[in-house]
Every structure is written in C-alpha cells, then in structure tokens.
C-alpha cells in the first residue's frame, strides 16, 4: 500500500511540473510588454529596464524559468548574501521562510510558502489575490457538486425504477442535454430566463392554463372509463400525467397562434389574458458576499443558486446515467431476487440493498467531477459576476495581468491533482484490485 500511494504522489508531481511547464512557457512567449503596461506609454527606456530587472524579464527565458520553479516550490534553494542575485532570499518576497540547512558558504535549503509573484497592475501578491478569491469558488463548487448528487441520485433511481416508461426516456433526454451545453452558454440562458425574465412577477397566458386543466380533468375521467374497461395499459397516474403534457402543449401552440395573430389584428379572444405568477427573487449577477450603500458587507446566499445551478448541470447529467445504469445491473442480481422472494418491501429492496452496492461508480465520479469543477467555474463565475477565482483570471486576462493567470491555473492544477491523488488512495483502499493495476 504504501508503494502504491508514492507512486500516485510520484505521478502527480510529474502532472504538476508539466503543467508549470507548459504554462510558464506558454504565458512568457505572448506578445506584449508587461513594464509598459505597467509604466504606460509615456514610460522611458531606463524605467523599462528597471522594471524588466524587478520582474525578472531581463534574463535569457531558460533562467527565468529555473527562477519561477524555485519561486513556486516549497523546496528551495536561495542566495544569503548576495542581495543582487535573482536567487537571493528577500523577506519581502518570502515572508515565511524555515532555513533547512546551507548547500555552500552562500546558499542555503529553506522551506517556504510558494510565491507566485505580484500581480501587474495592482502590484498585490498574487497568492493574496487568489486566497481572498478562492473560498467563493470553492463554495459555489461544493453548492454545485450537492446539488447535482442530490437531483441526479434522484433521478438516477427514478429512471431505473420506472425502466421503459416516459420517466425514463425524460431522464435520458435531460441528461444528454445537459452534456451537450456549454457552461457559459447555459449560463446566459439560466441568467436571462431566472434573473431578469422571470426575476419578478411571471405573466402566464390563461388559454394554457384552462389545457393544462383540461389535460387533468380529461386524464381523470377517461383513465377511469377506460380502467372501469379493464382496457388502461399502465397506472393510472402515469395516464394522468401524460394528457397534461399533451394538452398543455396544445395550448401553447394555441396561445402562439393566437399571440401572433393579435399582433396584426387583435382578433382572437381571451389571448391577452395572463395570470400573474411569483417572480424568483434572483438577481443575474451578483457574488457570495454583497456591499450595500453604507459600504457594508452582508451575506447574501439566494445569489448562489443560479450560478450553482449552471455549473452543477453537467455532473448532473453524468450521476443520473451512471445511477441509472449501476442500479439496473444491481437489480438484475441474485440476491435481489431473494430479497423479493423473501418478502421484503419494495422499497426496502431499493434503498436498503440496491442502491448501496450501486453508488460506487457514483461515489468515484462525484469527486472526480468536483475538481473539474473548480476549473470550470471560470465562465460561469465571468456571466453571474461572481467574485471566484474564474472571473479572476478572465479579468487578468483582459489585462494581460500573467502572473494572476498563471498563479489561478497553477492553484486549479494543484487542486485537481490532490483531489485525484485522494480518490486513487481511497479507492485503493476500498478495492484491493487497483493496487495491483
């Protein structure tokens, strides 16, 4: 066990150095002068260079490179007494600093806390811009994360329970649906609809309303003639149901017509007639914490359920299919049958039994999404105006601030791979096989 859990910490530090890798070299070959920006236009040649030399950029890139690794790890390996050296050991730069032992006359071993350099245009450390902005993220996650286990648990059940049947096929339907949008294409619609459109009092057209009671009232009735004629193929409730739907849309496909026919002659009665719903109370942009005109700042939770949803649509979809598919190949075992053959409750059977032995896969998927999560967030947090490491980087990158970019990837990256790495270890724990892998 102990092998397996250093291999798994060995391949994540080699994720880890291939990331800083790739996003050092990536981010330092852009076009564009971060000391001009920094000093603006009306800057001189001397300025320039003064600033190169604070930030490092004067030196070949293959340097500055050696440079950022030494910067961002926890191990170390500075200069003591030599201030004018790029290695030297500023208290400035790494206020908490444990001197391990020296290398040479000059050069010592420390252990510190990673610097991720400062950001610039505010010229604030990048490792305090991310800590002020990293627990929103990480609740708006966690938000996501619980309520895509909670509905896609739900449905998962619900669709494998009711196998075959509208309930199903519907299931099936949302999920993929929900894997085919984009996060910041549902996030507009989810903005538009819940948190401007539909924000306060919501016109529902009369005309639909009197079908859906229609599709109720006709449910009822023939359910019961034609189960009185033993000729009702299915449950009751399930007929109901379904003549709702159909004649509720009937009725919006009459409520168009007639809409689009009163917009050139107003002709058609009882179209214009509406019926005033609640609105959500949802605002479409806003953040976990919220400043009123006194310059206090106040709590405000309602603020996370739209973005929450959003980012929470995807796993969603992934949980309903893999509960579905898992607790189908469950029900199909020998010992269910026994349980059904001994008497147990239906429901007994499902909560107690199957869906314990199913969740495994569930389990896995859930954390493994949870990282992807945090990483995702960034287009999410950019539409609803959340204060979360994404919309963080997306506004460094408008500013071309690289440092901020590259220290918000090299936290996500960092966090994706501890999250895997405790996955692995768990799993490995729970089943012995993947030891052996």
């Known amino acids: 066990m102990g092998r397996f859990i250093a291999n798994r910490i060995f391949y994540g530090f080699l994720v880890m150095w291939g990331v800083i890798t790739?996003?050092?070299?990536?981010?330092?070959?852009?076009?564009?002068?971060?000391?001009?920006?920094?000093?603006?236009?009306?800057?001189?040649?001397?300025?320039?260079?003064?600033?190169?030399?604070?930030?490092?950029?004067?030196?070949?890139?293959?340097?500055?490179?050696?440079?950022?690794?030494?910067?961002?790890?926890?191990?170390?390996?500075?200069?003591?007494?030599?201030?004018?050296?790029?290695?030297?050991?500023?208290?400035?730069?790494?206020?908490?600093?444990?001197?391990?032992?020296?290398?040479?006359?000059?050069?010592?071993?420390?252990?510190?806390?990673p610097y991720l350099r400062r950001s610039y245009i505010t010229r604030r450390p990048v490792s305090d811009i991310l800590a002020?902005?990293?627990?929103?993220?990480?609740?708006?996650?966690?938000?996501?994360?619980?309520?895509?286990?909670?509905?896609?648990?739900?449905?998962g059940i619900l669709a494998a329970v009711r196998k075959g049947t509208w309930l199903d096929s519907g299931s099936l339907f949302f999920a993929v649906l929900g894997m085919s949008g984009p996060s910041f294409y549902v996030g507009l619609i989810v903005a538009m609809t819940f948190g401007y459109l539909w924000s306060k009092e919501f016109p529902f057209p009369t005309i639909m309303l009197v079908f859906f009671m229609a599709g109720i009232i006709y449910g009822i009735g023939m359910g019961l003639y034609e189960k009185k004629k033993k000729k009702l193929n299915g449950k009751l409730r399930d007929f109901v149901i379904q003549k709702f739907f159909v004649f509720g849309l009937i009725g919006f496909f009459v409520w168009m017509a007639g809409y689009l026919i009163n917009r050139a002659w107003n002709v058609v009665?009882?179209?214009?007639?509406?019926?005033?719903?609640?609105?959500?109370?949802?605002?479409?942009?806003?953040?976990?914490?919220?400043?009123?005109?006194?310059?206090?700042?106040?709590?405000?939770?309602?603020?996370?359920?739209?973005?929450?949803?959003?980012?929470?649509?995807?796993?969603?979809?992934?949980?309903?299919?893999?509960?579905?598919?898992?607790?189908?190949?469950?029900?199909?075992?020998?010992?269910?049958?026994?349980?059904?053959a001994k008497g147990l409750s239906y429901y007994a059977i499902i909560f107690k039994h199957a869906l314990k032995n199913s969740l495994n896969p569930v389990v896995t998927a859930i954390s493994g999404w949870f990282a992807g999560l945090m990483a995702g967030a960034v287009f999410v947090e950019y539409v609803f105006g959340w204060r979360g490491i994404g919309s963080e980087i997306v506004n460094a990158l408008d500013k071309q601030d690289l440092p901020?970019?590259?220290?918000?990837?090299?936290?996500?990256?960092?966090?994706?791979?501890?999250?895997n790495i405790v996955v692995d270890i768990v799993y490995g724990i729970l089943d012995p096989r993947v030891r052996l892998q």
């Open 22 to 113: 790739v996003v050092f070299f990536l981010f330092n070959v852009l076009p564009g002068d971060p000391a001009r920006m920094m000093l603006g236009q009306s800057a001189n040649k001397e300025q320039i260079d003064a600033i190169n030399k604070d930030i490092g950029r004067d030196k070949p890139v293959f340097v500055q490179y050696l440079l950022y690794l030494n910067d961002i790890s926890f191990l170390s390996v500075h200069e003591t007494k030599n201030t004018q050296s790029s290695f030297y050991l500023d208290k400035r730069k790494y206020p908490s600093v444990l001197k391990l032992f020296p290398i040479s006359s000059s050069k010592e071993l420390v252990l510190k806390t």
């Open 132 to 155: 002020d902005t990293l627990p929103e993220t990480t609740v708006l996650a966690i938000a996501a994360m619980i309520f895509a286990s909670i509905i896609g648990i739900l449905l």
């Open 269 to 340: 009665p009882f179209i214009n007639h509406y019926i005033l719903f609640p609105g959500t109370g949802l605002n479409n942009e806003g953040s976990l914490f919220i400043i009123d005109d006194y310059g206090e700042e106040h709590l405000s939770l309602k603020n996370i359920i739209l973005p929450a949803l959003t980012l929470g649509i995807r796993p969603l979809a992934i949980i309903v299919q893999l509960t579905r598919s898992s607790l189908l190949d469950v029900l199909s075992q020998d010992y269910i049958r026994t349980a059904t």
């Open 404 to 419: 901020i970019i590259m220290g918000g990837v090299l936290v996500i990256g960092f966090i994706y791979v501890i999250i």
